[in-house]
């Protein structure tokens, strides 16, 4: 198993930058592919990004594309998303995922429900 802590969130202005970052525990987790989702009140949850355990495949959702960068360093155990021009609608709860390599399937989901491992989240509100 793996546990996550996300962190970096905040409060910043429309077009401003932030870095979250999600730590996790255990000594395997370059065994696992990586997603940040976000969930803003009375909505779903959404993908965001997500990064596979080596770090070789990344994808963007349409709507970070050009903004959000996904990396990861499992020399450290962390996974980071890199937030640039930052947008209102950026405004969210934003939740570090985990599913191990194997799993099974294809190697990320944009549906939540496919992924066991959860952090607790860090808010971000972007300011117009």
């Known amino acids: 198993q793996v546990q996550l802590i996300e962190s970096g969130g905040g409060l910043v202005q429309a077009g401003g930058s932030l870095r979250l970052s999600c730590a996790a525990s255990g000594r395997t987790f370059s065994r696992y592919n990586a997603a940040w989702f976000r969930q803003a009140p009375g909505k779903e949850r959404e993908f965001v990004a997500a990064?596979?355990?080596?770090?070789?495949?990344?994808n963007h959702a349409d709507s970070v594309k050009g903004r959000f960068t996904i990396s990861r360093d499992n020399d450290k155990n962390t996974v980071a998303l890199q937030m640039n021009s930052l947008k209102p609608e950026d405004t969210a709860r934003y939740l570090c995922?985990?599913?191990?390599?194997?799993?099974?399937?294809?190697?990320?989901?944009?549906?939540?429900?496919?992924?066991?491992?959860w952090g607790q989240g860090t808010q971000v509100t972007v300011s117009s």
């Open positions: 990064i596979s355990w080596s770090g070789g495949s990344t």
């Open positions: 995922s985990a599913i191990r390599w194997d799993a099974g399937g294809t190697w990320y989901y944009t549906d939540s429900s496919r992924y066991p491992y």
